[in-house]
């Protein structure tokens, strides 16, 4: 099966709480921690870079894969914040970690970018063509925050995940996933850099209820396409690990599953929303602490931007 072998992640050691937004902006830890779940986030300073991050993280994933970087095929970076618009974030990437002559380039899908990028790395590998496949997670979005918009600033936080798929033998690995869009909604929920945008104007711009309202059907939704389609129930699952953007949503998507507050990974208070990079972040939490053990059944789902969403189901 396709399976995860090495996971890493990092996150800068800059944070801001929520006390410290009080003192700058018209808001409150109560409201924050009411409406979002978020008590701090992690900041990145000028100088750790969207790359810097996935490059920290990487060297982590390849150590716990027992990988050399060499051994890449294919580099997947997903994320919403790259470096530049180009190169990639993933070629920028690739020179860091010294990998020469292999294929890399990143995936705009942003919360379920890190899914997007599963699919895609499970799809290659499946062709017997690669071996090793990096993908990455990763976000500095705090550099395009607008800090006068309370709505959205507060929201945010950077971190990068990484994981090294490969194809083998064993019975783990991905049993399902399920990935779907709807660009009809796009205007929701956008950071406005581009060509449709002037120079110099960028910020997030979120109309929070609308995606919040959307946010809970379609987590729900993929996380019962990812089980349909292995022919599992909700019951089976021993983890849940849902994109961390809103402590009310994983609420919602837990309770569509009918799953105990236990089988749910929650860090949404510790980091905040760093979009493509949650999931694979949670992943390196909860096997530090010894949660995630061999066997167990893991279901991730996301939602995002554009909108995308998307889910993933693994026997670990
Ligand atoms: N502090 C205090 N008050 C605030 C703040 C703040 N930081 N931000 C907004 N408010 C005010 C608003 O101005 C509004 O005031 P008004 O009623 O006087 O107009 C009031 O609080 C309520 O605002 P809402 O936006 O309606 O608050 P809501 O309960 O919807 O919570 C939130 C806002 C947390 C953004 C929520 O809508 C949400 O989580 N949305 C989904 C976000 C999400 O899931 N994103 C996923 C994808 S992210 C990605 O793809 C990168």
């Known amino acids: 099966m396709v399976r995860i072998i090495g996971v890493g992640s990092y996150a800068p050691e800059t944070y801001i709480t929520n006390e410290d937004f009080e003192k700058f902006m018209d808001t409150s830890d109560e409201w924050i921690t009411e409406r979002s779940g978020i008590k701090k986030r992690h900041i990145s300073p000028p100088e750790i870079t969207t790359s810097e991050i996935a490059y920290r993280a990487s060297l982590r994933a390849l150590d716990m894969a027992g990988i050399s970087a060499e051994d890449l095929d294919l580099i997947l970076v997903a994320t919403s914040s790259p470096d530049s618009l180009t190169p990639s974030t993933a070629c920028i990437l690739s020179a860091k970690l010294g990998v020469k002559h292999k294929p890399c380039f990143d995936i705009s899908a942003a919360c379920p970018g890190f899914i997007y990028g599963v699919e895609i790395a499970r799809g290659l590998l499946k062709t017997g063509d690669y071996k090793y496949i990096l993908v990455v997670g990763v976000e500095s979005g705090t550099k395009f925050i607008d800090w006068n918009d309370r709505s959205t600033a507060v929201l945010f936080g950077d971190a990068g995940g990484a994981c090294i798929l490969t194809q083998d033998e064993t019975d783990r690995g991905i049993l399902s996933t399920f990935i779907s ?79 105990p507050r236990e089988k749910v990974y929650v860090n949404i208070d510790e980091y905040g929303n760093t979009s493509a990079a949650s999931i694979p972040v949670a992943l390196e939490e909860m096997l530090d602490k010894g949660l995630l053990k061999d066997g167990n059944v893991v279901l991730c789902v996301s939602f995002g931007a554009g909108f995308t969403w998307g889910s993933l189901l693994m026997k670990w």
């Open 181 to 259: 869009g709807d660009g009809y909604l796009a205007e929701l929920l956008k950071i406005e850099v581009g060509t449709a945008y002037p120079v110099g104007s960028w910020g997030v711009r979120m109309k929070g209820r609308e995606v919040f309202r959307n946010a809970v059907v379609q987590m729900g939704e993929a996380a019962i396409k990812a089980l349909e389609k292995a022919n599992l129930k909700p019951e089976e699952i021993d983890w849940l690990i849902p994109h961390q953007a809103n402590l009310r949503i994983i609420e919602a998507t837990r309770e569509r599953l009918g799953l």
